[in-house]
């Protein structure tokens, strides 16, 4: 809704521990709106919220001043002496979220409304709830005949969407939302169901990631800050920043006005000595739900380079970083066919780690890199020497293959020779003359062997 009607003052009324509030806060940083943000409660409690103590306002407090005290203000008052702060036909989307009975709601609905501009939108939380004297649904029933534009989302418990005169529809969700096709809505409705299902899921697993704030002594968060290549290097100016939580696996985007693929992108990891693990790094145009370009730790191709005070200790992989402090880099190489405005979103892990035991770890992995070094060199010899044997052993093989092909032709020849011999003998010794011969050759034969011996 916020990238929809793209506002310049949001208002809440009803903030307790801020889970509607800060999303919109959120939103608003994501997408770098010029908006002003308000949430107005008592922070007492109620008779539906319950009552409740001190340390509520004192966790939003921190959380907001934390992360989003830029544009976001915290009025710890009455709705009713919040109301003077807020000129008539100013606020663009105002939440109602106070308390539930038909009275409370319909006061907060019809002394705000002159508040909010032409065009402007009202949420109006609880639409569905009939039990015990909640009464947001009866006003929802008058809202549906006073008003052209409504839309209602069922699920959970149930949200009003309503516009105050004729929006601008120039968006695809306010075009779905006012003008749609009952199956468009009604595939709108779903896609929300889908959506905040998966958010429960995840919330169900990490309590703590619920948009309730953090406890004020938990560790600070680290400052992640994205560089687009402006031309003539990095600048200020031009960088993003999102927190990230210490040890945590988060996915941050960055949403770039201004062309990113000028040059590297870089990354800085926080300031502090850490383990960073860098995971899928995408960049996505538009409003297209497959990433442009992809940098995936798990591509066997990808290269980041590490610069300022960091290092990537494994050549065989650029997923892993050391940080020194101060001002660790990581320079990610991104096509120049990306040159325009587009959103980037990086997994990462940081794990702070105090300076000696990253000093620690460094000489450990260096003396790790220099012994892997040594060993390949080792065997790189060790291969060459084996090879240049090989090489020999096979010419050897050659010429003895020679000397014996050589053999064998002359083997061939004689026994050819023999076989000639062979044939000639036979004719001679069957021919007739031969046989005349025979008692010749007999007689011949007793004569060299000399006169008998007599016994
Ligand atoms: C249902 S809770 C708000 C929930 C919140 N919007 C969220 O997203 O979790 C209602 C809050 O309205 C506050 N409240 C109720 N009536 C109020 C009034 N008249 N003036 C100021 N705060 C009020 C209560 O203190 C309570 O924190």
Not at 157 to 167: E, T
Not at 199 to 216: Q, S, V, Y
Not at 231 to 236: A, D, F, I, Q, T
Not at 249 to 274: H, Y
Request: net charge negative.
């Amino acid at each position: 809704m916020i990238t929809a009607i793209q506002p310049s003052l949001i208002v809440e009324l009803g903030t307790h521990w801020g889970e509607a509030y800060f999303t919109f806060c959120q939103a608003v940083e994501e997408q770098s709106l010029s908006c002003l943000c308000y949430a107005v409660d008592h922070w007492q409690g109620d008779e539906h919220a319950g009552l409740y103590g001190e340390e509520v306002f004192d966790e939003v407090n921190d959380y907001n001043t934390r992360y989003y005290r830029q544009f976001s203000y915290l009025l710890r008052r009455s709705f009713d002496d919040a109301l003077p702060q807020f000129a008539d036909d100013s606020i663009d989307l105002l939440h109602i979220d106070g308390l539930h009975t038909y009275e409370a709601v319909s006061r907060d609905f019809r002394a705000w409304l002159p508040k909010v501009k032409e065009g402007g939108i009202i949420l109006l939380h609880d639409i569905s709830p009939r039990h015990d004297d909640f009464g947001v649904w009866r006003l929802w029933d008058e809202i549906k005949s006073e008003f052209g534009d409504t839309f209602e989302f069922h699920h959970s418990w149930g949200l009003g969407v309503v516009a105050k005169g004729r929006i601008g529809r120039n968006s695809a969700l306010t075009e779905i939302l006012f003008d749609g096709s009952s199956s468009a809505r009604e595939n709108l409705r779903r896609h929300y169901v889908i959506y905040a299902s998966h958010l429960e899921n995840i919330l169900g697993r990490f309590p703590l990631a619920a948009g309730r704030p953090a406890p004020a002594n938990t560790v600070p968060d680290i400052r992640v800050q994205v560089f687009p290549y402006a031309g003539h290097g990095y600048s200020e100016e031009s960088c993003q920043i999102r927190p990230l939580r210490p040890g945590v696996w988060e996915t941050l985007t960055f949403d770039f006005r201004i062309p990113i693929g000028l040059g590297p992108l870089r990354i800085d990891p926080g300031s502090e000595p850490a383990l960073v693990e860098i995971g899928d790094v995408l960049i996505h145009h538009g409003n297209s739900e497959d990433p442009t370009w992809e940098c995936r730790a798990s591509s066997k191709e990808r290269k980041l380079s590490a610069a300022g005070t960091s290092r990537l200790p494994f050549s065989d992989t650029s997923s892993f970083l050391v940080s020194f402090g101060d001002d660790p880099q990581i320079i990610v190489a991104v096509p120049p066919e990306l040159s325009s405005p587009a959103k980037v979103t990086i997994s990462l892990r940081i794990v702070p780690a105090s300076k000696q035991a990253i000093a620690l770890f460094e000489s450990f992995t260096s003396q790790l890199t220099h012994g892997i070094n040594r060993l390949e060199q080792q065997l790189k010899l060790q291969t060459e020497q084996h090879e240049q044997q090989v090489a020999s052993l096979q010419q050897d093989v050659a010429a003895k293959t020679g000397q014996l092909t050589a053999v064998r032709y002359a083997l061939d020849e004689t026994q050819q020779k023999l076989r000639v011999a062979e044939d000639i003998l036979y004719g001679v010794q069957h021919s007739l003359s031969w046989r005349v011969t025979a008692p010749l050759r007999k007689l011949m034969a007793l004569i060299r062997s000399g006169p008998r011996q007599s016994r």
